[in-house]
């Protein structure tokens, strides 16, 4: 059974710091590690992509520069890495991750079959 279990979600100030962190259970082969994040009233949009293969990561507009997507040595637990945190990046932020053995769309949630529960993420003004 695949399970994804996200934790590192909080409360923080504007200009504060997070690391979000996503273990990975009952998945041997696997191509694309991803974040998403929704807000409320909004879509769910992806913010980082990683794979695991290449190495190559893909990023929003928005995060470049402040996010940075990471895995343990043991490629089984994605991290991310929030800095300079706004208000805006309030949301429920999601990890996924996609089995397919094809060329995918790395933020695009279509393209990722396994998901986390989602671990809330709140900054405050």
């Known amino acids: 059974q695949v399970q994804l279990v996200e934790s590192g979600g909080d409360s923080v100030p504007a200009g504060g710091s997070l690391r979000l962190s996503c273990k990975a259970s009952g998945l041997t082969v696997y191509y694309w590690m991803g974040w998403f994040r929704q807000a409320p009233g909004k879509e769910r949009e992806g913010i980082a992509g990683?794979?695991?293969?290449?190495?190559?990561?893909d990023y929003i507009n928005s995060v470049k520069g402040r996010f940075t997507i990471s895995h343990d040595n043991d490629e089984t637990t994605v991290h991310l890495q929030m800095n300079s945190l706004k208000p805006e990046d309030t949301a429920v932020y999601y990890c996924a991750y996609s089995t397919y053995d094809r060329p995918i769309r790395p933020l695009s949630h279509q393209d990722y079959n396994y998901w986390g529960q989602g671990t809330q993420v709140t900054v405050s003004s």
């Open positions: 990683f794979n695991r293969i290449s190495g190559n990561t």
